[in-house]
């Protein structure tokens, strides 16, 4: 499985019960692909979305956008998970 990190840019009308409603469509088909969205992240007045996704491939992260509200990211980036490390003071 691999992380990526997906984009959507210039989502026109996008609002905060939109994107509620679009994750929730990804979550209710992801298992069909072995896909799972984990979080998204979004700027409203930009109509910017970012989603992590752990997925076997780029395509069934896709398939499961494109299936579940037809919003297909303009980026699909693979990253790994960074650890930060608490640093103590003193």
Known sequence: MTL???????????TVEA???????DVEIQ???????KQ???NEAKGTVFCLV??????AATAVHREAHGLVAD??????????EAHSHG
Do not use: C, N
């Not at 509620?20 to 469509?25: E, F, L, M, R, T």
């Open 40 to 42: 998204y992240w979004f």
């Open 31 to 37: 298992d069909r692909y072995g896909v799972e969205y």
């Open 75 to 84: 980026q699909l980036i693979p990253v790994e998970e960074g650890v930060i």
């Open 54 to 59: 752990e997925a076997p491939d780029a395509e």
């Open 4 to 14: 990526f990190m997906d984009v959507h840019e210039k989502i026109d009308g996008l």
């Open 19 to 25: 994107v509620a409603g679009a994750h929730a469509k």
